[in-house]
């Protein structure tokens, strides 16, 4: 059961634009979220995290937003840039489990220069 | 930052043979670590978590005599694949929270590509 759903396995940007990830989950127990690039033969980076307090984290370039009543969040990345292209899983947890993490199956990201 | 650091990050071995996966966090102390592993185009998937000085838990469906998880230290979870067989071949990737635990990050190593001939 996929409780952390990234419905578009792949997304191509030009260079500069916008670049926004879609995640949807399914557990509204779900408090903690967070965005990870992943580049070819190598591990997840951690990116930006949004607790359900909040609705809307900011770092530099990277923006996630969070609607709790959709059960939705998004990445933003503002401005694309070439380096950007790696496959982005959100990932989602619920509180007091420590160690359960749920991700996405991944959204390829192209940015075109 | 904090840095988790696996190794090796590609080995080949023969059918029948085990292979051991390390895991260290470097720059923290893990009291627990992770062990997932990806499938081609598919997400990651959560194998065990390494407890120190306990037994590792394991999630549904992953056997726990094949993967053998030993975590002997703050810093340093192993994981061997026993008996490996080309079902075997896979991605493995480990991971770390520092603490506190609430709403931190995991961190990941940088992955071990495992191909069993």
């Known amino acids: 059961d996929q409780q952390v759903k990234q419905n578009s396995p792949s997304l191509s940007v030009q260079e500069g634009r916008i670049s926004i990830l879609n995640c949807d989950y399914t557990?509204?127990?779900?408090?903690?979220f967070l965005w990870y690039k992943k580049y070819p033969a190598e591990g997840p980076t951690f990116l930006i995290s949004?607790?359900?307090?909040?609705d809307k984290n900011e770092d530099g370039r990277f923006t996630v937003f969070l609607n709790k009543s959709a059960k939705h969040l998004s990445l933003h990345i503002v401005p694309s840039q070439p380096g950007d292209s790696a496959v982005y899983f959100c990932?989602?947890?619920?509180?007091?489990?420590?160690?359960?993490?749920?991700f996405g199956t991944g959204t390829s990201l192209t940015v075109i220069p | 930052g904090a840095v988790v650091s696996q190794h090796p990050s590609r080995v080949i071995c023969k059918s029948g043979t085990s292979v051991k996966i390390e895991c260290r966090s470097l720059d923290f102390q893990a009291t627990t670590m992770f062990w997932y592993r990806q499938f081609p185009k598919q997400s990651l998937m959560l194998m065990a978590t390494?407890?120190?000085?306990?037994?590792?838990?394991?999630e549904q469906g992953v056997e726990k005599d094949k993967f053998l998880i030993n975590h002997a230290s703050l810093t340093l979870s192993t994981l061997t694949v026993t008996s490996a067989h080309p079902e075997d071949s896979s991605f493995y990737i480990c991971?770390?929270?520092?603490?506190?635990?609430?709403?931190?990050?995991?961190?990941f190593g940088n992955g071990t590509r495992l191909t069993v001939t």
């Open positions: 949004i607790s359900s307090i909040k």
């Open positions: 991971s770390a929270r520092m603490r506190p635990l609430y709403n931190s990050p995991l961190h």
């Open positions: 390494s407890n120190e000085g306990s037994k590792a838990t394991y």
């Open positions: 557990n509204s127990m779900f408090d903690y």
């Open positions: 990932a989602a947890t619920p509180p007091n489990t420590g160690n359960q993490f749920y």
